[in-house]
């Protein structure tokens, strides 16, 4: 059975906080799963955290262990795909399985991609990055399906080596697999990987005016251009020439693609 499955049963007569206060002996089918190197109640809190936030979101939330090759995940909680259970130690293994030829490669190197990435700042530093890319699924319905797995640092060795790390798989606003990202709250920085040369290239976060932030804001809210036009106190033709700038500045061709193209680079 799971650990993260087994946890959450045994968790529900509060049995594991009993345990762990009193400092007793756990279960056997319990203490089994547990090693030296994460706490019981790590675990059990990253476990929990994971139940608390697919309550919000579309995608899927889990927790990568690095070390032991398993993840701490919900069980049937794979998206777009239904043949999860119990016995089920990585969830990524399921994901693998399911992905089409062509993005192999792609999906079983990016987690090398990333720990190479991160090498070149500290410990402090790489807990502010996140790296994001797109790879095509086939469902089990035979349907080709592109989703978005975005990869953030929970925790590192003693040597600098991420241990475990927050994931999140969801449908992509992209148009084909790839788009390998690399982000940080706290740089001016977006960086994107060329699989094919092996090399990062850096680039500047665009940087978007208050009223195109405005404008984008009240675009994801519903409004039209006639009622943005008069949330703003502005004329129509203001709207779009400050559309107009913002697709320009993206380097985008309508509304749908200026969205994605913030969303998947952090600016929104």
Request: proline share 1%; with cysteine.
């Amino acid at each position: 059975m799971n650990y993260a499955t087994l946890l959450c049963s045994f968790t529900e007569t509060n049995e594991f906080e009993f345990y762990m206060k009193n400092n007793y002996q756990l279960p056997a089918e319990v203490s089994k799963f547990v090693t030296s190197d994460i706490a019981p109640l790590e675990d059990y809190t990253f476990f929990r955290t994971i139940q608390a936030a697919n309550k919000f979101t579309n995608g899927n939330i889990f927790i990568i262990d690095y070390e032991k090759g398993t993840t701490i995940h919900l069980k049937n909680s794979t998206y777009y795909l239904s043949n999860i259970n119990d016995e089920v130690s990585n969830i990524l293994n399921i994901y693998e399985k399911a992905t089409v030829p062509q993005d192999l490669n792609l999906f079983s190197s990016i987690g090398m991609i990333f720990f190479n990435f991160l090498k070149r700042f500290s410990i402090r530093e790489k807990s502010e990055y996140m790296i994001g890319y797109d790879f095509h699924i086939v469902d089990e319905f035979n349907k080709k399906i592109l989703l978005n797995h975005k990869i953030t640092p929970l925790s590192f060795r003693k040597d600098g080596q991420m241990k475990t790390a927050l994931c999140n798989v969801s449908l992509s606003l992209s148009k084909s697999s790839g788009n390998i990202t690399v982000i940080s709250n706290k740089s001016d920085s977006v960086w994107k990987y060329c699989h094919n040369e092996k090399k990062w290239l850096e680039e500047s976060k665009i940087r978007l005016t208050d009223r195109e932030t405005e404008v984008i804001r009240l675009y994801l809210q519903g409004y039209s251009i006639s009622e943005i036009a008069s949330q703003l106190f502005i004329s129509i033709d203001t709207v779009k020439w400050h559309r107009r700038k913002l697709f320009e500045k993206l380097n985008v061709k309508n509304i749908m693609e200026a969205i994605a193209h913030l969303v998947i680079n952090g600016i929104l």
